[in-house]
């Protein structure tokens, strides 16, 4: 027992590895139970086992390896690294559990097998458990099939691969062991339940009783589909689906479409083994083929028949053998054996499916031309042979063949080719079969139909019948536009019939539901008239015939809508139902017409038209046109009045005014009548023959115009271009050349007939009139922007002269766009024509190479130049290819059908005389060009042997293969050359240089491409190969093309494909697959031309409607009830999107509107946590990518389709990007609303936003940003913290966009970058701004690290992530950068840190080069000199940042009890940020060497906290000085040691007070206003609030933000409470503001906040329908004048400049807005004149500058109102009439002034009042007296002042002079004495400013001491309390020289003053800065400091604001307001105050 109680000390992996089998079995029971109680799947407990699981399964005791196997059975079920084990355990189960005896283990070990195949390990079982078949023990491989049978019954055949498995069921049949038999006979019953019959043919070959035995078990299996009943980890939405079946009664019919879909069809074919069988043909085949007796012929065939019967064939080249085929099928004379050639043809394209494509246009043909053979059996052989050949290929290959039989005079052929088009379009989709295809069928078909053979009559209905059926109406009617109604009703028929052999899945049913109600309908939505005219145009003999053949099938396309609309559809086209009808009339007889228009023309008017007297003929015809103007269109007999136009004179009429009406009436009635073309016949003669005149050409254009728009412009075009050239007048000829340029700008290119105009501008660039000349080129440049470079082709022969000209022609058109149609879309295509046109714009240029004239060069290819290609002797074989050369040139454009040439130049491309394989591949190049896309049907037999050539060892030979092999590519596309096993084979040939080539190719061409076909994935196993060759090209060459690649197949796919590599090699594969995922490219997106396609999904909608689609798409352009045409357009868009989704929706389109009306977000329960689950446990891709591909676009929006609504959906993926900017216009509003719905979408919507921030549009950019500054303001509001999971996928993404070239874009991201600290930490922005700093973009690189100085200014070091230290070196690896920007930036951003955290940064950096020390030193220094520059440029460039975010200050919303930190820290974060903005202001007081000012500003904050850190030195220095200035003596008691903490007790209920107001419970903060209401009431304890002002309005704000956006919007709210709350506090703040001392302490940032609080309040409607709103209003406009008096002058002015500002950038604000705060500037300059001396002018010049810089003039000027600019001017004005040319000089605080709009505006001012100022001097009675004085010219003032200082400066009068000086500057208090002191000692200046000091005080001073308070209040005079200004930059050091001990002196008093060491009476002075000229600069930041102080109060960590960077300026601290008598008597007061404020409590309850 001892060594018992060792083992059972052990830990349990430990145990499991014990050589005691007890141990191991009581480890393995541990371990299940261990395995059954961990929760977390990726708990690290697990990877403990990862090397034991196999010892489990195969521990050598049995009772142990039974629970072993549970155990290894729970871990597979549990863990999440269990996957790494199934290899090694799968093979453990197989050879050592699956022999044991007991039944138990098998069990187990069948589970484990299975439990590995549901975490997606199903190969690596599958692959041991066939390994398992080959066991030499009987046990095995039964436990083996078992295991197989049981994984495919539960998991199906799409996760089981059955084709490994029926390869070795033949052998297991063979198998001598009966139980292996049986085991056998069960999985093919298995395998049978899921394929079917695909099993037989793998089968035929057992033993003809088992087979026997097979079919009877057979026959019972059900023919129910099986579906799968265990599933995968990732499928459990489908698990739950199926669950949900079973629950709901078994499987109820519920689903069985979906559940089809999960069974995929096996192809028998795939399951079988390719034979060879060109090896096996007889040896002297080729020879007995050519035999002269037919026996000796048939054998031959015979042996080829019995070869093909091999059901799949091993790929080779039998072009040979198909050649020999071809041959007997076309000429062999015995019909017996051409049947047999067909049969074997047939056999070989059924062996070799898509491999036989390359030879299906050699063979086609053929074949269709035998079809003259009568006999059955030949017809039934012929028609086997070419549809297992059509099978191979596809119809766009074989059309050009099948259309050139078709016009073949033979009816049989006719016949035969008809159904052969019939069957062939059965098999066709919508998809593959176009309206580019259709198109020539159909016109070939419609002559098939017309046939005098009844039979060719039939096959050619069943022919339009079927592709009716496959592509519906909508496609197929155009066409068919000219078919009577007899045949129309025939073809319907035939359509009725037909069984597509794709089902109607696809679009054939959806087909049917889409066509019918507009199709059926005609009659209902045009009226019987409608209808009438339809059967006219059919019926009506004559002259009409010629319009509609123009139509069917030829070019002009503009037809088609018109066409369409004729078989239905007219009334959808949304006006008037006739208009839209091509209107068609017989020709009237000239009487009918006089008496027609005698009905509607006056009798007077018929009369006298041909009358002699011209001005009778006149009068005529202004009657004419008064008539014609007052018709009705239906009225109008359009082609008897124009008939009486032609009447004699007609248009030879001689009076050019006569003849303009004329014209001008021809015009009217084409537009205002129902316009035929046998009217327009009957002018445009006419109208051509005046086109050229001087005076009538202008009318005559016009009437052209009118005819185009009324019969459409390529009728008209032909017709009039034809009239003109069969004249002689070169004038009429140009003009008209000249018109029709004109029309196509104007109609479009669309349906005009290229060919016909071509020949006509051939001749007019042969004509001798220049002018005709000039012309035609002109015309040819409009039709270049249309058609493009193919347009050149055609005039290559001209002379070079007018070649060159048409050139330049072109080159002035290049990159330009074709303009929009403007004309003839009206009324065409209201709906139908748009679309259409689009698509055809696409076209246009191939139509345009396909109308080339090409010549057929077969002839020339005769059997003695093949023969002489491939001579024995070079030089014969180089004439032979230098003829075809010849040939080709000669040719220019060739046809297809190039006769034995290729296999002649295939075999040249392998020719051992290198010069000959280029010639042939240089004829290859020209052939391409020669054919242009016609030369796909080369590809396989000519272009694939071209990439062999990439392999050849010349590297001269190799570029010229590339340059062939590219200029192939470009005419055909890629899709041909990927198709089919070719290129794999190519890749599979171990040639270095052939695999580099080739690959490099392929990089190159895959990037580019939308689509490829599957066959790419053959590729990839020799992809892989190459990965690993031993060529070092060859690998990069691989390498770069594997993220291509991935990119169209996508990883998934690429990474099973690794399964069959070696593991050393998987390895390295998969790791490169990693590699390259990251880099895969997104594939290109489809060209936006196409988007109005997308809409139609599955259906072929490309003849959408575009005003359904502007219906449909969420624009919400209908109304509630639409009229019913409207609905009609919409209905068919409406109905195409349905059959995207696989359901129709029958609702109309009515209901989808309404839709629209529901929330935009669904909110799913717990939708968020799970998607974040899924990420985590990669059940889906992480979002994670340098470019978005597909997968992830499918997967955002597989997950959005839940949450987002449908149509939105629709808009957020739409390929055109108006429709996302739609999407977030919808977004945008929805964002307040849908609140809760936004958040549970948010990552959904950022991930979202993250593929826009991909796509190129500035506009769709621009609205993304937009809508993330609100997005983010409501997060913030709503206090969300974005999670880890949101911010990884979007973050990096937005950081992407700081780099963009635009400003604007740039300033956006960092303003939402700058918000995401309030819903995001800092630290953790930091880490990823940080790897923003690591683009490639330098403009990124700098804003990221301007960025990260941003955020460590704003939050101290500690945002620096992972530490100081590093993130410091980071950043200093940029001094070093190339680039210019990123150097300041990251030089700015150091000493950014600089400021903050002092020397230490030198240590955190580490070592620098030396050349970037140097540069930092440098820059450093600067800095400290000059510190206003740095932040001054911050201020201009983020002047929205800070704003912004103080705007949306983080609301509050928890009760009083919240912990008082947490609000602080929020407030003090927006503040701090807020301060960055102002710090401009703040800083530039600081000329103060840096030791002394850190030192001083820590001492006047310090509150027996903070640390002061002086060197002894300094220390000593200021003891020394302490002495002097105590002159006065102190009158109240040193501060008592008790001092602090009794102060703090008060500052903390006031604190605890004050946060009580912004909280969220109405009540609460009602009682705490009430309390501050009524300390402030009380003149003695009103001056206890000093130094919480700041707080207290934030606070208030605060609050007055949460009433504004929550309880105003809360129905359940009283609003009586609201009205309280305001009333409260209004009535608070006006007390506040009604103390000026206390008014005076807000700092601008707060003042702005409060404003913009306050009259957003004025602003809200919802307050003025409250009882009692008006009165709050009221209430509220008297607050807001008492702010704009009371406070700090400077702070409101500047506050209010900054806000216009902001209101004028926001987007959101409105107008109104901008409007009030103009209004209070108004108010503020006309209280200027007295307040002008208490206004620190330096800052308000520079707040003024930095809005004119954001808002230069010509921008202001475009605002809606002028408002903004007087303003301004106003402003501007009013300070140069106060200030005078001095205004000048308060420029100091920008920058570089010269650059500054508002220097060059005062100087402007300031010049004209000076002019002025004579005149207006005399007006001014009050202020005249200052004015004038003020203008005593400069000299004399210097001389009163040099008098003064020389008195002051001679001893005896020294008194004498100060009060001169005193006298002087209280007379003039804005004189300048600066210049006088400035050159005077430090000691004199000090001196001086006592002196005046000490006047002042005995003057006014002595009876203004307010007893009760510490603080007195201050005089009118003083521009701020002393406490909050500090004294520096006026003693005149602003050129930045030392500064001697007085200043220090000076800060010192301050301080002393404030701990009440100073004389009271001196507190009563101003302050230095409002005797001296300069005013200090008070900072904006005053509400930072007092929050930092609350912060050292409420023990907040030191790091908080120990780097603070405090301005000297600024002298807040907490012990201002407690210089109270005593420490007793405060104590006292502040009981009393408790009392109070309980009782209030009290009363209130």
Known sequence: MGDDSEWMKLPIDQKCEHKLWKARLNGYEEALKLFQKIDDEKSPE????????????????????????????????????????????????????????????????????????????????????????????????????????????????????????????????????????????????????????????????????????????????????????????????LKAKFEQQQ??????????????????????????????????????????????????????????????????????????????????????????????????????????????????????????????????????????????????????????????????????????????????????????????????????????????????????????????????????????????????????????????VYGKKTGGAAEKKEGKPIAGKTPALSGSGGDRETKDAATKPGPLKKAPAVKSGGPPKKGKPAAAAGTGGAGAKGKKGPETKEIFESELSIEVCEEKAAAVLPASCIQQLDSGNWKERLACMEEFQKAVELMERSEMPCQALVRMLAKKPGWKETNFQVMQMKLHIVALIAQKGNFSKTSAQVVLDGLVDKVGDVKCGSNAKEAMTAIAEACQLPWTAEQVVAMAFSQKNPKNQSETLNWLSNAIKEFGFSGLNVKAFISNVKTALAATNP??????????????????????????????????????????????????????????????????????????????????????????????????????????????????????????????????????????????????VQQTLSILQQIATAMGPNIKQHVKNLGIPVITVLGDSKNNVRAAALATVNAWAEQTGMKEWLEGEDLSEELKKENPFLRQELLGWLAEKLPTLRSVPSDLLLCVPHLYSCLEDRNGDVRKKAQDALPFFMMHLGFEKMAKATGKLKPTSKDQVLAMLDKAKANMPARPAPPAKASSRVVGGAAPAKFQSSSALAEDSGSNTMESKPDPKKVKAGGVSSKAKGVQGKKVLSKPNLKEDDDKSGPIFIIVPNGKEQRMKDEKGLKVLKWNFTTPRDEYIEQLKTQMSSCVAKWLQDEMFHADFQHHNKALAVMIEHVESEKDGVISCLDLILKWLTLRFFDTNTSVLMKALEYLKLLFNLLSQEEYHLTENEASSFIPYLILKVGEPKDVIRKDVRAILNRMCLIYPASKMFTFIMEGTKSKNSKQR???????????????????????????????????????????????????????????????????????????????????????AAPVRQAEEKPQRAQNISANASMLRKGPAEDMSSKLKIMYRTYRIQNRN??????????????????????????????????????????????????????????????????????????????????????????????????????DKAEAMSGHIDQFLIATFMQLRLIYNTHMADEKLDKDEIVKLYSCIIGSMISLFQIESLAREASTGVLKDLMHGLITLMLDSRVEDLEEGEQVIRSVNLLVVKVLEKSDQTNILSALLVLLQDSLLATASSPKFSELVMKCLWRMVRLLPETINSINLDRILLDIHIFMKIFPKEKLKQCKSEFPIRTLKTLLHTLCKLKGPKILDHLTMIDNKNESELEAHLCRVVKHSMDQSGSKADKDTEKGASRIEEKASKAKVNDILAEIFKKIGSKENTKEGLAELYEYKKKYSDADIEPFLKNSSQFFQSYVERGLRLIETEREGKGRIAASTGLSSQMEGTCVPASTHAVSSSLGNTNGEEVGPSVYLERLKILRQR???????????????????????????????????????????????????????????????????????????????????????SSRK
């Open 1342 to 1428: 700098a804003e990221c690290l301007e960025e990260l100085g941003c955020l460590v200014e704003s939050y101290g070091m500690n945002v620096c992530q992972p530490t100081p230290g590093k993130a410091l070196k980071e950043m200093a690896t940029h001094i070093g950068d190339r680039d210019n920007t990123v150097r300041n930036a990251a030089l700015n951003t150091i000493v950014t840190v600089y400021n903050v955290h002092g020397d230490q940064v030198f240590k955190l950096i580490g070592n620098l080069s030396e050349k970037d020390m140097s540069m930092l030193e440098e820059r450093i220094k600067r800095s400290a000199k000059r510190p206003s």
């Open 46 to 237: 697990w990877s403990k086992y990862l090397g034991l699981i196999k010892k489990f399964v195969t521990d050598s005791n049995a009772v142990a390896q039974l629970k072993g196997l549970e155990a290894a059975l729970a871990y597979v079920e549990n863990a999440h690294v269990a996957g790494k084990t199934t290899g090694e355990v799968a093979s453990g189960v197989v050879n050592k559990v699956f022999n044991q005896p007991k039944a138990r283990a098998k069990e187990l070990g069948l589970d484990i097998c299975l439990m590995y195949i549901e975490i997606e390990k199903g190969e690596a079982v599958q692959e041991e458990l066939l390994k398992g078949l080959d066991n030499k023990n009987p046990k095995i491989i039964v436990a083996c099939i078992e295991t197989l049978r049981k994984a495919l019954s539960e998991f199906g055949s799409k996760i089981i691969l059955l084709k490994p498995i029926i390869k070795v069921l033949p052998k297991l049949f063979e198998s001598r062991e009966k139980a292996v038999r049986d085991e056998a006979k069960l999985l093919a019953v298995e395998i049978y339940r899921w394929i079917k019959d695909a099993l037989r043919p793998p089968l035929q070959n057992i033993n003809s009783v088992q087979l026997k035995e097979l079919e009877e078990e057979w026959v019972k299996v059900s023919s129910a589909a099986p579906k799968q009943t265990r599933f995968l980890r990732s499928q459990q939405e």
């Open 1478 to 1579: 102002m710090g401009s202001h703040s800083e530039t007081a600081h000329t103060v060497p840096r030791e002394f000012q850190l030192d001083l500003d820590e001492i006047e904050n310090d509150n027996g906290t903070v640390r002061c850190e002086m060197p002894a030195l300094v220390q000593h220095k200021l003891d020394d000085i302490f002495e002097p200035v105590l002159i006065p003596e102190p009158k109240i008691r040193a501060v008592s040691p008790h001092f602090d903490d009794m102060h703090s007790n008060t500052a903390s209920t006031i604190n605890f007070v004050i946060s009580q107001v912004a909280s969220g419970d109405i009540n609460t903060s009602i009682q705490a206003l009430a309390q501050i209401d009524e300390v402030l009431r009380q003149e």
């Open 771 to 916: 002018a005709v000349r000039t012309s035609a080129i002109t015309l040819l440049g409009v039709m270049y922007l249309y058609v493009g470079p193919p347009l050149r082709m055609f005039f290559e022969d001209e002379k070079p002269a007018l070649l060159s000209q048409i050139d330049a022609e072109f080159e002035k058109m290049q990159g330009q766009m074709a303009p929009a149609p403007t004309r003839g879309i009206s009324r065409h295509s209201t709906a139908g024509g748009d679309d259409g046109e689009e698509e055809e714009q696409e076209d246009v240029g191939n139509d345009v190479v396909d109308l080339l004239p090409r010549t057929d060069i077969s002839d020339k290819i005769s059997p003695e130049l093949v023969s002489k290609i491939g001579d024995k002797n070079w030089k014969i074989r180089k004439e032979g290819l230098d003829e075809v050369t010849s040939i080709i040139n000669d040719a220019k454009f060739i046809q297809p059908n190039i006769g034995e040439l290729p296999a002649a130049l295939k075999s040249r491309l392998n020719d051992s005389n290198k010069i000959l």
């Open 247 to 500: 629950a709901a009664g078994g499987d109820a019919d519920g689903g069985g479409d979906e559940e089809e879909e999960v069974v995929p069809q096996v192809d028998a074919y795939e399951l079988l083994e390719a034979v060879e069988i060109l090896s096996k043909l007889p040896k002297d085949f080729y020879e007995k083929i050519e035999a002269k007796k037919w026996q000796e012929r048939k054998e031959a065939l015979e042996a080829v028949e019995l070869l093909v019967k091999n059901p799949k064939l091993e790929s080779g080249d039998y072009a040979d053998l198909v050649k020999v085929l071809k041959k007997v099928v076309g000429k062999d004379t015995n019909v017996m054996l051409v049947a047999l050639a067909a049969k074997c043809l047939a056999g070989l394209a059924t062996g070799l499916r898509k491999k036989f494509g390359q030879y299906a246009g050699h063979v086609v043909p053929t074949i269709l031309e035998k079809f003259k053979e009568k006999k059955p059996q030949v017809v039934q052989a012929l028609q086997e042979a070419i549809d297992a050949i059509f099978l191979t290929t596809t119809l766009q290959n074989i059309s050009e063949d099948v259309l050139a039989v078709m016009d073949n005079k033979n009816p049989t052929i006719k016949q035969q080719t008809s159904l052969f088009i019939a069957r062939s379009f059965r098999h066709c989709t919508p998809s593959t079969l176009p309206k580019s295809l259709l198109k020539p069928f159909c016109a070939a078909l419609l002559k098939h139909i017309n046939d005098s053979a009844p039979e060719v009559r039939d096959a050619g209905f069943e022919a339009l019948g079927t592709a009716l059926k496959v592509a519906g109406e909508k496609a197929v009617n155009p066409f068919l536009a000219d078919v009577d109604k007899l045949k129309l009703d025939r073809i319907k028929e035939c359509a009725e019939k037909v069984e597509l």
């Open 1955 to 2041: 701990c009440g060491l100073d004389n009271a009476k001196q507190e009563d002075r101003p302050p230095l800065t409002s005797l001296l000229s300069k005013p200090a600069v008070p900072t904006v930041a005053s509400s930072t400091d007092m929050l930092h102080s609350k912060l050292s109060q409420l023990r907040e960590s030191r790091e908080q604001y120990q780097h603070l960077d405090l301005d000297s300026n600024q002298t807040h601290s907490s012990g201002i307001g407690t210089t109270l008598a005593s420490p007793s008597s405060a104590a006292a007061n502040i009981d009393d105050l408790k009392k109070r404020l309980e009782r209030i409590k």
